[in-house]
């Protein structure tokens, strides 16, 4: 299936631990985002890379460090785990233009204890 | 930067009956307007988009409109379905930039 990948779905984890969520996608798209969902479902943009580059940065604790090895892999690594980082992570793709689809993945489901 | 307002943030309507969100946005430079529809559990999905040089756009049972003098857009939902029941998220977005600014949610429950 070609989709956006994310692993793992469900993440529960103590405070001040450290945590990576992985990101695949095998669209041949060359963008990738990090979005945060909050409890009230709001929807935010954190990181976004093209081409394996830094494009947007949104005010993210320096906690939050995006690697991309490759362009259609995506990685979020969490230092020092708080509790307001509950949340469900999405990562996204889409070919680098104004009008392109983003396509989503299956979330995960971040508890911090 | 953009700021995207949704409303409502729920609704309830019956079997066949008709529902509509509405958008505002605050950048005129915004030109690309995506809905989203989220089911439980999962990711966001496209379900429609509209371009600024266009007023409406039609896919089967859902609209788009679109007022950029008034900088506001809607989704319309006719003949709503039991499936038509999760949380719809409007967005907009400039030209340049792939930066995506979603409003905060619909949540639709179409009562059988």
């Known amino acids: 299936d070609t989709a956006v990948s994310q692993t793992p779905k469900y993440l529960v984890t103590q405070m001040g631990n450290d945590k990576s969520i992985k990101c695949e996608q095998n669209l041949g798209h060359d963008t990738m985002y990090w979005y945060k969902q909050d409890s009230k479902k709001f929807l935010k943009i954190m990181f976004s890379?093209?081409?394996?580059?830094?494009?947007i940065n949104e005010t993210v604790p320096n906690r939050f460090s995006p690697k991309s090895p490759d362009k259609a892999h995506l990685n979020l690594h969490i230092n020092s785990l708080e509790l307001g980082d509950s949340a469900v992570y999405f990562c996204?793709?889409?070919?680098?233009?104004?009008?392109?689809?983003?396509?989503f993945g299956p979330g995960t489901r971040l508890t911090v204890l | 930067g953009e700021n995207v307002e949704q409303h409502p943030s729920t609704l309830s309507v019956q079997e066949g009956d008709s529902a509509v969100i509405k958008c505002t946005y605050s950048?005129?430079?915004?030109?690309?307007f995506p809905w989203y529809k989220q089911e439980l559990g999962k990711g966001p999905q496209l379900i429609i988009d509209i371009r600024s040089n266009v007023g409406e756009k039609k896919d089967q049972r859902i609209a788009v409109t679109l007022n950029k003098t008034a900088k506001h857009f809607s989704l319309h939902i006719t003949e709503t379905q039991p499936e038509d029941s999760a949380v719809y998220f409007c967005?907009?977005?400039?030209?340049?930039?792939?930066?995506?600014?979603f409003g905060g949610g619909t949540r639709v429950l179409v009562k059988p």
């Open positions: 967005a907009a977005i400039k030209a340049a930039g792939n930066k995506l600014t």
């Open positions: 890379y093209n081409n394996k580059e830094l494009i």
């Open positions: 950048d005129s430079a915004s030109n690309y």
């Open positions: 996204a793709s889409n070919q680098a233009s104004s009008y392109n689809e983003q396509f």
